[in-house]
Nanobody
Framework: HVQLVESGGGSVQAGESLRLTCRVS????????MSWFRQISGTERERVAL???????IYVDSVEGRFTISRDTVQNSVNLLMGNLRVEDTGMHYC???????????????????WGQGTQVTVS
């Protein structure tokens, strides 16, 4: 059973940065397409960034140029460095993993069978 454990959320001012980390408990992180999603209470989870199993990274337009997703094979984790944070970046952030084939631009929450418990990011 794959467990994902997120850390690094918090409350910051607009313009500041945060770094989220997601550790994978089983299997090499390189064998999964890994993604970060964001959710505001009462709304659907929306995708933020993807690091697929082929080594490619994809971002949604709203975070392009501000966020960086990276993979750490020593820690068996994926990280999300969020820079120049905006109020609209507020929400519960979830890490997700999809084994097997690499996911590309059309990825969605339905592609991911494994999820972390979430970490809250609040920007004011």
């Amino acid at each position: 059973h794959v467990q994902l454990v997120e850390s690094g959320g918090g409350s910051v001012q607009a313009g500041e940065s945060l770094r989220l980390t997601c550790r994978v408990s089983s299997g090499s992180v390189t064998t999964y397409s890994m993604s970060w999603f964001r959710q505001i209470s009462g709304t659907e989870r929306e995708r933020v960034a993807l690091y697929n199993s082929a080594g490619a990274t994809i971002y949604v337009d709203s975070v392009e140029g501000r966020f960086t997703i990276s993979r750490d094979t020593v820690q068996n984790s994926v990280n999300l460095l969020m820079g120049n944070l905006r109020v609209e970046d507020t929400g519960m952030h979830y890490c997700a993993a999809s084994p097997g084939r690499a996911l590309w631009g059309g990825w969605s929450a339905a592609d991911f069978p494994y999820w972390g418990q979430g970490t809250q990011v609040t920007v004011s």
